[in-house]
Protein backbone atom coordinates (compact mmCIF):
# COMPACT_ATOMS: atom_id res chain seq x y z
CA UNK A 1 0.00 0.00 0.00
CA UNK A 2 1.46 3.66 -0.88
CA UNK A 3 1.90 6.07 1.64
CA UNK A 4 0.16 9.07 0.25
CA UNK A 5 1.52 11.46 3.32
CA UNK A 6 5.21 10.52 1.75
CA UNK A 7 3.91 11.01 -2.06
CA UNK A 8 2.38 14.57 -1.20
CA UNK A 9 6.21 15.62 0.78
CA UNK A 10 7.71 14.15 -2.42
CA UNK A 11 5.91 16.15 -4.81
CA UNK A 12 7.10 19.04 -2.97
CA UNK A 13 10.73 18.31 -3.19
CA UNK A 14 13.15 19.78 -3.41
CA UNK A 15 12.45 23.35 -1.93
CA UNK A 16 14.15 25.75 -0.11
CA UNK A 17 14.35 26.24 3.76
CA UNK A 18 15.02 30.41 4.95
CA UNK A 19 18.56 30.80 6.28
CA UNK A 20 19.34 30.37 10.19
CA UNK A 21 17.93 33.44 12.39
CA UNK A 22 19.62 34.81 15.39
CA UNK A 23 18.81 36.20 18.45
CA UNK A 24 15.40 37.85 18.60
CA UNK A 25 14.08 37.34 15.33
CA UNK A 26 15.14 33.23 15.66
CA UNK A 27 13.16 33.45 19.13
CA UNK A 28 10.23 35.21 17.40
CA UNK A 29 10.33 32.64 14.38
CA UNK A 30 10.34 29.57 16.45
CA UNK A 31 7.18 30.61 18.90
CA UNK A 32 5.64 31.17 15.30
CA UNK A 33 6.09 27.80 14.41
CA UNK A 34 5.29 25.98 17.43
CA UNK A 35 1.93 28.24 17.19
CA UNK A 36 1.47 27.48 13.23
CA UNK A 37 1.77 23.43 14.94
CA UNK A 38 -0.66 23.85 17.79
CA UNK A 39 -3.62 25.11 15.28
CA UNK A 40 -3.38 21.72 12.81
CA UNK A 41 -6.44 19.97 13.66
CA UNK A 42 -6.40 16.43 15.56
CA UNK A 43 -7.85 13.75 13.72
CA UNK A 44 -8.75 10.36 14.67
CA UNK A 45 -5.97 7.62 13.61
CA UNK A 46 -7.73 4.44 11.93
CA UNK A 47 -4.84 1.78 13.91
CA UNK A 48 -5.62 2.36 17.58
CA UNK A 49 -8.35 5.10 17.08
CA UNK A 50 -6.01 7.30 19.17
CA UNK A 51 -6.19 11.07 19.01
CA UNK A 52 -2.98 12.28 16.09
CA UNK A 53 -1.84 15.21 14.59
CA UNK A 54 -1.03 15.06 10.89
CA UNK A 55 2.50 15.33 9.74
CA UNK A 56 4.08 18.40 10.13
CA UNK A 57 5.17 19.94 6.62
CA UNK A 58 8.69 20.28 5.81
CA UNK A 59 8.74 23.56 5.51
CA UNK A 60 8.34 23.80 9.46
CA UNK A 61 11.75 21.85 9.51
CA UNK A 62 15.49 23.11 9.01
CA UNK A 63 17.57 20.76 6.99
CA UNK A 64 20.83 20.07 7.54
CA UNK A 65 23.25 17.76 5.25
CA UNK A 66 26.14 16.01 4.27
CA UNK A 67 26.09 15.65 0.14
CA UNK A 68 28.35 13.50 -1.66
CA UNK A 69 30.16 11.48 1.39
CA UNK A 70 32.63 9.08 -0.19
CA UNK A 71 34.02 6.05 0.25
CA UNK A 72 34.81 2.58 -0.37
CA UNK A 73 33.35 0.02 0.97
CA UNK A 74 32.21 -3.90 0.21
CA UNK A 75 28.60 -3.22 -0.95
CA UNK A 76 26.82 -6.41 -2.93
CA UNK A 77 25.45 -9.18 -3.47
CA UNK A 78 27.96 -10.38 -6.51
CA UNK A 79 31.55 -12.40 -5.27
CA UNK A 80 33.20 -9.48 -6.70
CA UNK A 81 31.66 -6.62 -4.88
CA UNK A 82 31.61 -8.23 -1.31
CA UNK A 83 35.55 -8.88 -1.87
CA UNK A 84 36.80 -5.57 -3.29
CA UNK A 85 35.49 -2.26 -2.48
CA UNK A 86 34.34 -0.22 -4.57
CA UNK A 87 33.39 3.48 -5.10
CA UNK A 88 29.81 4.55 -2.99
CA UNK A 89 28.21 8.19 -2.55
CA UNK A 90 25.90 9.27 -0.08
CA UNK A 91 23.85 12.27 0.48
CA UNK A 92 22.11 12.79 3.84
CA UNK A 93 19.40 15.10 4.57
CA UNK A 94 17.60 15.69 8.37
CA UNK A 95 14.74 18.14 8.92
CA UNK A 96 14.71 19.02 12.50
CA UNK A 97 11.30 21.19 13.33
CA UNK A 98 12.88 24.76 13.80
CA UNK A 99 11.75 24.99 17.36
CA UNK A 100 14.33 22.24 18.16
CA UNK A 101 16.82 24.03 15.44
CA UNK A 102 16.52 27.74 16.27
CA UNK A 103 20.02 29.55 18.32
CA UNK A 104 19.09 31.75 20.80
CA UNK A 105 22.53 32.24 22.11
CA UNK A 106 24.34 30.93 18.74
CA UNK A 107 25.86 28.36 20.83
CA UNK A 108 25.83 24.37 19.29
CA UNK A 109 23.81 22.88 22.21
CA UNK A 110 21.36 24.36 20.82
CA UNK A 111 20.91 22.80 17.47
CA UNK A 112 21.55 19.19 15.92
CA UNK A 113 25.06 19.09 15.11
CA UNK A 114 25.54 17.32 11.24
CA UNK A 115 28.70 15.95 12.82
CA UNK A 116 26.07 13.46 14.21
CA UNK A 117 25.76 12.61 10.28
CA UNK A 118 29.06 12.36 9.23
CA UNK A 119 29.82 10.11 12.50
CA UNK A 120 26.99 7.58 11.41
CA UNK A 121 27.93 7.61 7.53
CA UNK A 122 31.43 6.58 8.88
CA UNK A 123 30.30 4.21 11.23
CA UNK A 124 27.82 2.53 8.82
CA UNK A 125 30.11 2.34 6.06
CA UNK A 126 33.09 0.78 7.92
CA UNK A 127 31.44 -2.57 9.23
CA UNK A 128 32.20 -4.99 7.04
CA UNK A 129 30.54 -6.00 3.74
CA UNK A 130 27.02 -5.27 3.20
CA UNK A 131 24.84 -7.12 0.30
CA UNK A 132 22.09 -4.25 -0.20
CA UNK A 133 22.03 -0.71 -0.72
CA UNK A 134 18.89 -0.86 0.74
CA UNK A 135 20.65 -2.32 4.02
CA UNK A 136 22.59 0.66 4.13
CA UNK A 137 20.28 3.07 3.08
CA UNK A 138 18.19 1.96 6.47
CA UNK A 139 20.72 1.49 8.90
CA UNK A 140 21.43 5.10 8.48
CA UNK A 141 18.19 6.41 8.60
CA UNK A 142 17.40 4.52 11.14
CA UNK A 143 19.93 5.44 12.81
CA UNK A 144 19.34 9.17 12.63
CA UNK A 145 15.62 8.95 13.24
CA UNK A 146 17.04 7.41 16.68
CA UNK A 147 17.95 11.04 17.67
CA UNK A 148 15.10 12.51 19.60
CA UNK A 149 15.14 16.01 17.66
CA UNK A 150 15.47 14.50 14.18
CA UNK A 151 11.88 14.56 12.85
CA UNK A 152 12.45 13.35 8.75
CA UNK A 153 15.33 11.69 6.78
CA UNK A 154 15.92 11.05 3.36
CA UNK A 155 19.49 8.78 2.61
CA UNK A 156 20.68 8.07 -0.92
CA UNK A 157 23.37 6.11 -1.86
CA UNK A 158 24.87 5.40 -5.06
CA UNK A 159 27.72 3.46 -7.17
CA UNK A 160 28.89 5.55 -9.41
CA UNK A 161 31.31 2.30 -11.15
CA UNK A 162 28.13 -0.11 -11.61
CA UNK A 163 27.98 0.27 -14.94
CA UNK A 164 29.88 1.87 -17.80
CA UNK A 165 26.85 3.35 -19.70
CA UNK A 166 25.40 5.15 -16.86
CA UNK A 167 26.44 7.66 -13.80
CA UNK A 168 25.38 5.65 -10.92
CA UNK A 169 22.95 2.95 -9.57
CA UNK A 170 21.67 4.05 -6.66
CA UNK A 171 18.74 3.24 -3.75
CA UNK A 172 16.98 6.77 -1.80
CA UNK A 173 14.62 6.02 1.22
CA UNK A 174 12.83 8.67 3.51
CA UNK A 175 11.47 8.47 6.21
CA UNK A 176 9.17 10.49 8.49
CA UNK A 177 9.15 9.90 12.25
CA UNK A 178 5.25 8.36 13.18
CA UNK A 179 2.84 10.49 14.51
CA UNK A 180 2.86 8.86 17.78
CA UNK A 181 5.91 9.73 18.43
CA UNK A 182 7.26 12.83 20.26
CA UNK A 183 9.44 15.13 18.93
CA UNK A 184 11.92 16.48 21.99
Known amino acids: MKDRKADTL ?44 PHMPLTHCRRLFIHNYTTHMCLGVHAHEQKTPQRVHIQVDIFIPFAHSTPVSDHLSEVVDYDLIHAVLLQETTRGPVGLQETLCENIAQRL ?3 PKIYAVRVCTEKPDAYPDCDSAGVEVFHIQHQDTEIA
Open 10 to 53: FRAWPYEVPAAQTGHVAQQAAGANRAAMAKLPARKNGKNGMMAT
Open 145 to 147: LAH
